[in-house]
């Protein structure tokens, strides 16, 4: 490959990736546009760990935000050294919602189940 089409391949892919980097962009501004959540909601689970209700590690976790050491937000961001303490929890929503998640991505039009192409 010579330097000149080196070069053109090369630009070709950062145009690429910036193309790919604002659609992303996009897209998550549009999902924090519109929160998943109420604040009673997020409140309700918050009390729901607090208690214990969510599990001994949703607990400890809710005792973190609670003093103060992350927040719920950087929990589930994952950028939180207690971010550890949600797997378990995640995994038991797996086991009891997998249905129910499929079943609604197979419901939705825009679901594409194509696996990405790397």
């Known amino acids: 490959m010579s330097t000149s089409a080196a070069e053109e391949a090369f630009a070709e892919a950062v145009a690429a990736f910036r ?3 604002e659609a992303s962009r996009a897209h998550m501004a549009a999902v924090a546009s519109d929160p998943v959540h109420t604040p009673e909601e997020r409140r309700e689970f918050h009390e729901d760990a607090l208690s214990g ?3 001994p590690d949703m607990k400890r976790l809710a005792q973190h935000v609670e003093d103060g050491d992350t927040s719920w937000g950087e929990v589930f961001e994952g950028t ?3 971010a550890e303490l949600l ?3 995640l995994d038991t929503m797996e086991e009891r919602y997998a249905e129910d998640w499929k079943r609604t991505l197979e419901d ?3 679901f ?3 696996p990405v192409e790397e």
């Open 53 to 55: 209700r969510l599990g």
């Open 87 to 89: 797997h378990g929890h």
């Open 19 to 21: 193309g790919t980097l």
């Open 108 to 110: 939705d039009p825009t």
């Open 80 to 82: 939180t050294e207690y």
């Open 112 to 114: 594409d189940p194509s």
